[in-house]
């Protein structure tokens, strides 16, 4: 083998760090947040629960009022994210059972960006399959932290693995995640690199520690468990942008913040205290309250802070952070996610979407606009299970953010317009694999509470 000159070394590290128009390549960091309430930040409002680095990155960034994830629970949302397509279209739409996960024929952000020259570091939750062929190291990432299910205990320390090893002891998870993700961060300085922290705060069990409880004098209950559950979030956080910033990376970060779906506020054991208002529904509901999260992009230096208000979803992140580092997808990759960067650089004048679309079980939405039709679960509005009614509502959402006034029997043709609409979509899609809708979250992977063995989570 002919041997190369380390000049040569030299160079061809550098232009596996430049993107094909000469720019440098930026990291990404995607921080997903687990069940946040669309009301508990500080950028939407909050003033019971302060989220002061949150709302930092919030403020530097753009603020997106109307960013969705593509389902409303934790698994199929974050297949959406990581692929770049509806889950639905590879069948992956409730929580895995069994030995689910993501299919290995589906291809992850980290898949991608490992083969264009990044480092690629996994800490905190995967809830994308837990049999070895499905480990997150198998499925794009150089390194692992975290643990496999879908929820577990903040303090227990079995079940966290470093790799396939157990980490050791750990103190609190989400105090864990921020240190290894400052520590990923340190290690790989000069390198391009992508992070996705997936935090499982504040997703139940209902666990905090006691200095950050103390800090909610004047709130009690669930809810005093809630917030310094969200303090410990916002804290990691903090951590992270402090360890971007002395190393210089603040400029060269393209940072995505988002909760994988609503607040859990329906009856079932996730249910946290979270708060979406002003948007109706939970957590396992296509109401906006399920889908409807907290969205966050930034990126110094490339994005003007604002606030930008046309819909987007979860799914364009995957597109958008592949744009920004250059990578240039085959055709046949049929991805549904929007790069939004010459949208927000304003250098196109066109919407991301006309249309997003919805599926989860017998539940659907479509958002076409300023209106959409939604056939929900009504145990959403403490409804019992057997007065299940799945009649379309449909609801113009830029005057009735609540979903409060039915406009279905006054606009029929409306309703017909969209109902074809999600038809013609759905028929794109195939039947879900990997599970059934459950009747309550009682069926989730699992709350952290229950025992498990050998599960990881
Ligand atoms: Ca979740």
Not at 408 to 428: C, F, G, H, S
Request: one cysteine or more; proline letters at 6%; a neutral charge.
């Amino acid at each position: 083998m002919k041997s190369i000159a380390p000049g040569v070394i030299g160079l061809l590290s550098l232009l596996s760090s430049m993107t094909a128009q000469g720019e440098e390549k930026p990291n990404i960091l995607f921080i997903v947040a687990d069940d946040l309430g669309y009301a508990d930040v500080g950028f939407h409002g909050s003033k019971e629960i302060p989220t002061p680095n949150l709302d930092k990155l919030a403020a530097a960034g753009v603020i997106f009022t109307d960013g969705y994830v593509s389902a409303p629970y934790c698994s199929p949302s974050r297949a959406g994210l990581l692929t770049g397509r509806y889950q639905n279209r590879f069948g992956y739409e409730f929580n895995p059972k069994g030995n689910a996960g993501l299919p290995l024929a589906e291809r992850t952000l980290a898949d991608r960006l490992k083969a264009a020259g990044y480092v690629t570091g996994l800490v905190g939750k995967w809830h994308l399959g837990q049999l070895p062929e499905q480990h997150p190291q198998r499925r794009g990432f150089d390194e692992f932290f975290g643990f496999l299910g879908g929820a577990r205990s903040y303090v227990k320390s079995e079940g966290v693995f470093r790799g396939n090893e157990p980490a050791g002891h750990i103190d609190y998870t989400t105090d864990a995640f921020g240190r290894e993700a400052v520590d990923f961060i340190n290690r790989h300085a000069a390198a391009p690199w992508f992070l996705y922290l997936a935090f499982n705060a504040v997703h139940t069990p209902m666990q905090a520690t006691d200095d950050r409880l103390a800090k909610f004098p004047d709130i009690t209950g669930r809810r005093k468990i809630y917030a310094a559950m969200t303090l410990a979030l916002d804290d990691a956080v903090g951590r992270v942008m402090q360890a971007l910033e002395a190393k210089g990376l603040s400029d060269k970060t393209l940072i995505a913040f988002i909760s994988d779906n609503g607040g859990p506020t329906m009856e079932g054991v996730t249910v946290n205290a979270s708060l979406n208002a002003p948007l109706r529904g939970s957590k396992r509901t296509t109401l906006e309250g399920g889908i409807r999260v907290p969205f966050v992009l930034s990126w110094p230096g490339h994005l003007q802070p604002g606030i930008y208000k046309k819909p987007v979803i979860s799914l364009d992140l995957n597109a958008t952070a592949l744009a920004a580092a250059g990578v240039a997808l085959p055709g046949q990759d049929q991805r549904d996610g929007v790069d939004l960067l010459p949208y927000l650089q304003e250098t196109t004048k066109s919407l991301p979407h006309e249309t997003l679309y919805w599926r989860f079980g017998q539940q659907m939405a479509i958002r076409d606009g300023d209106y959409k039709l939604v056939r929900y679960d009504p145990v959403a509005d403490g409804q019992k299970k057997q007065d299940t009614d799945l009649t379309p509502r449909l609801y113009h959402l830029t005057d009735d953010i609540g979903e409060s006034k039915d406009l279905a029997a006054a606009m029929p043709d409306k309703v017909k317009e969209l109902q074809a609409r999600w038809d013609a979509w759905n028929a794109t899609l195939i039947a879900p694999r990997n599970g059934k809708a459950s009747a309550s979250d009682n069926e989730e992977e699992d709350a952290g509470s229950r025992k498990k063995k050998n599960r990881g989570d």
